[in-house]
């Protein structure tokens, strides 16, 4: 086994800045990430006409990077617990400035391709963040702030559509990148300034295998998933791609397991609270990500089909751009929910509040005010979910294996949004009316797609009843040791 060296615990401590600095960062540098997941729906309509491509081609400047963020988050974690979550952050940082770069500078596809793909790389950022709170923070303050930077998921995605759709309109196309380019850079250089670098280090060996294996088995799944609709889920590719996957990825499990330095601990994801807390994340991600389909088409469909809003691209932004904030003011409240009664009740309480926003958007859908309110209860259900994640996960398993965890939790979120985007396009397809010769879906099938998000919200609460009641301990050690040899540094 590889020793990683240590930092002598009296210097770091005292060139440790003060924890708000560290939060404030972090969350920054998360919804700067988070950006990237709505940083190029303004402009999808457009992106053939850009790139002189076909539709269906410049629909991969979307599935490039949601498949780099699938295999990079795994892999960026487990590498952050062996050599430190700030190095990983800061090389995450750099991925997304030069992706942000390549597509700035590109005219066509394969350019564009390869710089989404290398900002899905930097998908990270937010499971490392929130594994470097835990080794920084008083435990005090450990609870709020990784709330908040969990919330930082849902923040930068609300907040970066009426920002991009803005720019989309009054600007050249490039520009969307050359922004998200700069906020890399400033995220870069705040990190380097203002957050230390972790002590607690795992060492060993990476096993790349396991992330090769990883990667085609999530590859198969997520492209069989959102490709599905378009080549035709009974289509050779799509079945095959299914079968591909299952037959990776149990063949991937009994390697990780039989591995003495596996990249994903597998006997510990199938603790109890890491088990249920990850089946919760991918019901809880379907649901949040069914929200982001159907309300921008509600605005944007004419007023014609009677119940279609008939606005703008930006007026879509200004009504999802609350849910964002929502989430974030609703991080301390989650947090004091979390340290009063313990994250399995703040876990349940946000299922309960999705599903009912849920049940309300089936009844109120037919003005502006009553989305804006919808998208508001649903964030402060998401807020308070997303807070309660990473408590749940890091009182199950040891400092040194923070990163990797947290990540395979926000993997799990991912693969549900991802399925999400499949059940919805298969709904809003199969039912549909017919106007001014154009295919729409039909008001029932909104409210069916509103229905199917209410009840991953309930399989959510459901499988957080599972979850153990007591309260994981803060556990946040004063230093670790980057191996075994090193055990006598404290």
């Known amino acids: 086994m590889s020793e990683a060296p240590v930092r002598p615990a009296g210097s770091a401590r005292e060139a440790r800045p003060r924890p708000n600095a560290v939060v404030a960062v972090l969350a920054l540098a998360g919804i700067t990430v988070s950006l990237m997941q709505t940083l190029v729906i303004p402009i999808v309509p457009e992106l053939p006409r850009f790139l002189n491509a076909s539709a269906s081609d410049a629909a991969w400047a979307v599935t490039a990077t949601l498949l780099a963020a699938a295999v990079a988050t795994p892999v960026a974690g487990r590498l952050g617990d062996m050599f430190g979550k700030r190095l990983m952050l800061l090389v995450s940082l750099t991925l997304l400035v030069c992706g942000s770069v390549v597509a700035a500078l590109s005219d066509s596809l394969v350019p564009m391709i390869v710089g989404r793909a290398l900002q899905g790389l930097s998908a990270s950022v937010v499971p490392l963040g929130i594994s470097i709170m835990r080794d920084e923070l008083p435990p005090e303050r450990l609870a709020g702030s990784t709330a908040l930077m969990s919330a930082s998921l849902g923040v930068g995605g609300a907040l970066g559509l ?9 600007f050249d ?10 906020l890399g850079v400033v995220a870069f250089a705040l990190v380097m300034l203002l957050v230390p670098e972790s002590e607690v280090r795992s060492g060993g060996r990476f096993d790349a295998v396991g992330a090769l294996g990883l990667a085609v088995g999530l590859v198969s799944l997520l492209l069989a998933v959102s490709k599905g609709a378009d080549w035709g889920w009974t289509d050779g590719t799509t079945l095959g791609l299914f079968g591909l996957a299952v037959v990776v990825l149990v063949a991937w499990g009994i390697f990780e397991l039989r591995t003495a330095e596996p990249l994903v601990d597998l006997r510990t994801t199938v603790r109890r609270q890491v088990l249920f807390t990850n089946l919760a994340s991918i019901a809880f991600g379907f ?10 088409q509600l605005l944007q469909l004419p007023t014609q089909t009677g119940y279609g809003l008939g606005r703008s691209m930006m007026t879509v932004g200004l009504v999802m751009a609350p849910q964002g904030l929502v989430m974030m003011a609703f991080a301390p409240v989650s947090a004091a929910i979390t340290r009063a009664r313990g994250p399995k009740i703040t876990l349940m309480t946000g299922a309960v509040i999705v599903a009912a926003g849920y049940g309300l958007n089936i009844v109120l859908m037919s003005e502006v005010w009553q989305l804006v309110l919808v ?8 807020g308070f979910a997303y807070g309660a994640m990473p408590a749940l996960i890091m009182g199950a398993v040891p400092a040194s294996e923070t990163a990797a965890a947290n990540s395979l939790n926000t993997l799990m979120r991912s693969i549900g949004t991802s399925v999400a985007s499949a059940v919805a396009g298969v709904i809003l397809a199969q039912l549909t009316i017919s106007l001014g010769g154009a295919t729409l879906p039909s008001e029932n099938a909104f409210k ?11 399989l959510a609460f459901l499988l957080a009843c599972f979850l153990p009641g007591r309260r994981p301990a803060d556990a946040r050690p004063a230093a670790a040791p980057a191996a075994p040899a090193a055990e006598s540094v404290h």
């Open 162 to 170: 009426p920002a991009a759709a803005f720019i989309a309109d009054h």
């Open 173 to 182: 196309w490039h520009v969307l990148f050359w922004t998200s380019a700069a």
């Open 287 to 296: 649901s949040m990500f069914a929200m982001s389909l159907v309300l921008p």
């Open 375 to 382: 998208s508001c209860v649903i964030g402060a259900g998401v």
């Open 448 to 458: 069916t797609v509103m229905a199917v998000g209410a009840g991953a919200a309930v």
